[in-house]
């Protein structure tokens, strides 16, 4: 076999495979993975000195409004579902800070992020709110993936419009709000939280 027709094939098969990758589905987890270690490099962390604060006043990077600054009110007038169709407010959650998640199945940044969250989750759980809540048209696929994947944390829909201060346009997005409610930070894209100075961060949230 000639060298052009060898180097044919051997494209041919390369391209033969993306489109078996990408007609099943397989790239998303393939692409979350890979997302993943860059995850554990830190360079997409939050920076956390973004923290409530009165005497100055740090802006959020990506917000949409200019009310939207550390130390101001979160909007905690906002309502979603959760798993099993239940009407649930933030305002109505306990006295504690939120760690708010919005994401997708179909966000492959979103899906690298999960495992540092469940652990997260795990070690949180009971001192902050977690509220997880996806943007899947179809609230069942992201129940699935939460079961196949074996996540605990809770999941959610958005049961109306979302104020301004969330619809940053990006996913994921993760809003932290403190004990006060009082907005603490908004990271877009993904990040990994499971590290011990986002657990500090928060102990010093409540």
Not at 159 to 172: I, R
Request: one cysteine or more.
């Amino acid at each position: 076999m000639h060298t052009r027709q060898k180097r044919l094939l051997k494209y041919g098969t390369l391209f033969a495979v993306l489109v078996v990758v990408y007609s099943t589905g397989l790239h998303k987890p393939i692409i979350a993975t890979l997302q993943r270690g860059i995850l554990k490099t830190g360079i997409m962390n939050p920076k956390l000195k973004e923290v409530p604060d009165t005497a100055g006043k740090t802006r959020v990077k990506g917000a949409n409004s200019t009310a939207v600054e550390p130390g101001d009110p979160a909007d905690l007038d906002v309502q979603f579902f959760d798993e099993e169709g239940q009407l649930v407010s933030l305002d109505a959650m306990p006295h504690k800070p939120y760690f708010i998640n919005f994401w997708a199945t179909w966000c492959p940044p979103c899906i690298a992020e999960m495992p540092g969250i469940a652990n997260l989750y795990a070690d949180k759980k009971e001192e902050v709110n977690f509220v997880l809540v996806s943007f899947d048209t179809d609230f069942e696929k992201a129940k699935a993936f939460k079961a196949k994947k074996g996540f605990d944390f809770p999941i959610y829909r958005i049961a109306y419009d979302l104020p301004e201060m969330y619809n940053t346009g990006s996913l994921p997005t993760t809003v932290v709000i403190n004990a006060e409610g009082k907005l603490a930070l908004i990271h877009l894209g993904m990040a990994d939280y499971d590290t011990e100075e986002f657990r500090e961060y928060l102990e010093e949230l409540q």
